[in-house]
Structure formats: C-alpha cells, structure tokens
C-alpha cells in the first residue's frame, strides 16, 4: 500500500474485532531460473518409521525453489546410500550430479531425535560438510530440513540461505463491511501457517524484531489506529503506542533496542523512535511534508524513509539521531517505501513511473536503478535474510498475492491463496 494510500485508509477503518476461521495456506509456483543452475542429488534419508516428514524432500523443494539448483529426480537415483561408507561416485558422476546429498535420521533416546547429513563432492568422492541437527520432537522434523536447506546453499553458493525462516503477511477476505483480516505466520514454503491475530479493522506493516520474539503492527480499534506488539512466544498482543490521528510504519533498530514509526498527533506526519528498555520516545522529523515509512541500516547509524518535502514522495536518508538529511532517488514521479540491503550497499523501494508501481533495487555507490517487478501494482518489498531474494505483494488474476525475485531477477515465485488477498509481507531474521 502505497504512503497516500495508508494515510487514506487510516480515515476509512471500520469494523471490530472477531474471531475467523483460518483460510487456506499459500500455494506456491516458480518461474525462470538460472540458466546456471547447480545439478544436485538430494538421496532419501533413512528414516525411523515414526518420522513421517520426508525431510530430503523438504530439502530438495527448498533448493529448487530458490532457482539455483536442478535436482535429480528420484526415480533416476541408482544407488540411496545414507552413509559416505557406501558412496560410489563413479555413477553420481556419470549422471552429471557433482554434488550428492545423504543422510540419516534415528533415535537419540532421550525422546528425540538426530538428523545426519553428508554433502559429497562426486568428482573428488570425498565429503564436503557434514553435520548433526538435534530434533527434540517430530514437530521439529521440518525446522531441521530448512537448516540443511540452508547449510548446503550456503556453503555451494557463498551466501547465506533463508529456508529456516518465516514469513507474516497479512490476509484480507471479503468486501466492504464485510471484509476481515488475519496476521499469519508460515514457514519460508508457506507450511505451517498460524493465524495469531483476527480483525475485522485493517491490519498493516507486521515487522519482525531481531530476535523473533514480537512482531510490531499497525491495528485499528473503532476505527483508530496503534502500533501493537505481538509476542510470538506468549501470543500477547500489547498497545505501544495510540496517539490521535496516525500511528504507523513501525520498524526495529538492527539491535532490537529502539522502534521508529510515524505519528502525527503533534503536526504533520513525522517520524520518532521509542527506547524499548524504557518507552522514552524522541522525534526525529520536524517538517511541513509528510514524512512515513522509516528503515534502519544495518548498522543502526542511519534511517532511510520516505518524504514528499520535494513536492512528491521521494526517498531520503538521515542519521539515527534525525540529522543531515540528503535525498537518495531521483527517478521516477515517486519512489517510497524503501528499506536497505543486509550489507547497506543498495536500497529496495516502489517506483512509479511507466509500467505503473514497480518494485526498483537501487545501487548507493553508482546510482544505479535495476527494475525487478513488471507492476503494474507492486507494493511493500523486503530483503530475505541474506539479500538474495525479496518478497512483495503484487496484483494477481484473483486478487493479491506474494511474490519473489531474486536480486538479478531471473528467479520468481509466486505466493497465492485461492481466494482473498495476501500482501504487507515481511520476512524474518534466520533463526541461528
């Protein structure tokens, strides 16, 4: 949603809270890929009997997702070891599978459970990594799959992996007065979804803290907006802030510490930051443009945001104490919503220009804009952990959807229920 169109929203809330039936969980396409592509051999794990998730099938689905790897099917495996003592190379090699995975999952007992795997190089024959990965119940099994998702992405492609991560977003159902909406929660492949959060007044802006402990958001109660925390350990919801007129656009310093946001109680939309040990609030913003959607940088020194101070909305930055304040984009009617990479190189944000709103990845060093979405109704990016992907909600043929790309563009997936809207995504840290 764009920053007009929040601030609109914020004098057209109606409804009340209720409790709501979960909706469907999201279905999942792919699309392009790189023409690169890792062939990867992702053998079945041993398994006890009682471990009904087939944990190298959530492994392999998490690989070939990401549009970096092409994995052999199973049906073309001769050989299912699960140990590097019965690993022969010679044909992994025949079939073009440089690198093979095995593994084993059994019983600690103690009432858990160890998952074992071995990336094997087939060219070398020798073992690349290895790990152990403690499975204190079976609900856990999926967890344990993304972290070896993650650990063999990372070690084949230099960067960090994102599978053993979640993702809130926001669902919409219905129309008008009878329109609802839902916080949820699911896995980074869209399993196991939780509905935390029921409304039937508008739900925006969920973000993750740091440590995934709480989710901050903007809800409405008879019609008046708040930033609320979530706690995703207690499922507390608290009041952190409801000031007359706008209360919006939450967002956590890199350390968990501070939260900015955007009110407008005293003149003008401008943004503050609240010391989260002690509620002491400071205002950082004071100008007659609207001033809305902060981010940190990574290294907590500076805030990116958005301002039509210029006559349109365009992206400043400035330092974490609200001084020296420079305009970053210059292309485009508007630009907003931004965010910084995970290594503060570059910044994400919707451009409107042709093509309508469309998702832009912006080079701070060159100025340099790269187009990543084909509009024309794209809105809320956010960098995966990492930075390889980004996640946003876009116009699909039955309503909104999630969409993602990664940073060159060639890799797409799409994220959809089968019916209503999903949107204000937001992507959380990697749990270590």
């Known amino acids: 949603m764009t920053m007009l169109n929040r601030i609109l929203v914020l004098l057209a809330v109606i409804g009340g809270l209720a409790a709501m039936p979960a909706q469907a969980q999201l279905q999942i396409t792919v699309s392009g890929g790189d023409v690169a592509a890792l062939p990867i051999a992702i053998v079945p794990f041993a398994q006890t009997t009682d471990m009904k998730t087939d944990i190298a099938q959530v492994v392999e689905n998490d690989l070939v997702r990401s549009g970096r790897f092409r994995a052999l099917p199973r049906a073309q495996m001769s050989q299912r070891p699960s140990d590097p003592g019965n690993f022969d190379p010679t044909s992994w ?5 440089d690198n093979v995975v095995i593994g084993k999952v059994w019983d600690d007992g103690k009432g858990g459970y160890i998952a074992r795997f071995y990336l094997l190089d087939s060219l070398s024959g020798k073992q690349i990594i290895a790990y152990d990965y403690p499975i204190k119940d079976l609900s856990q099994s999926r967890y344990a799959a993304h972290w070896i998702a993650d650990k063999i992405y990372e070690q084949l492609l230099g960067v960090p992996g994102y599978f053993n991560t979640k993702i809130a977003y926001v669902s919409a159902h219905g129309l008008g007065f009878q329109r609802t909406y839902q916080l949820v929660i699911t896995d980074s492949d869209g399993e196991n979804p939780q509905y935390p959060i029921n409304s039937r007044e508008t739900l925006m802006s969920p973000t993750w803290s740091p440590d995934r402990k709480q989710i901050a958001l903007v809800g409405y109660e008879h019609g008046r907006s708040a930033i609320y925390l979530y706690s995703t350990e207690t499922g507390k919801v608290t009041k952190l802030v409801s000031e007359k007129g706008i209360n919006g656009s939450p967002a956590w310093s890199p350390d968990g510490k501070k939260l900015a946001f955007v009110l407008s109680f005293e003149t003008n ?31 907590g020194s500076k805030i990116i945001f958005t301002s039509d101070r210029g006559g349109k909305p365009q992206v400043y930055e400035m330092g974490a ?11 485009g009617s508007q630009n907003q919503r931004p965010s910084y990479s ?19 990845l912006q080079d701070l060093a060159t100025g340099q804009v790269h187009m990543l979405s084909d509009g024309p109704l794209d809105e809320g990016p956010c960098f995966a952990p990492g930075g390889a992907v980004i996640i946003y909600s876009s116009q699909g043929p039955h309503g909104r959807q999630l969409e993602t790309v990664s940073v060159d563009g060639r890799v797409r997936m799409t994220m959809r229920q089968a019916s209503g809207d999903v949107q204000e ?3 959380s840290p990697v749990l270590r």
Do not use: C
């Open 93 to 97: 090699r025949a079939q073009g599978m």
């Open 269 to 299: 939309p401008d943004i503050y930051v609240m010391d989260m040990a002690t509620r002491k609030r400071t205002r950082l913003t004071d100008h007659y443009g609207i001033d809305t959607e902060p981010a940190w940088s990574p290294d």
């Open 321 to 331: 104490d609200g001084g020296n304040v420079r305009r970053l984009t210059f292309q």
């Open 342 to 360: 995970p290594d503060g190189k570059s910044i994400l944000y919707v451009t409107t220009g042709q093509g309508g709103q469309r998702i832009a």
């Open 425 to 427: 995504p937001s992507w």
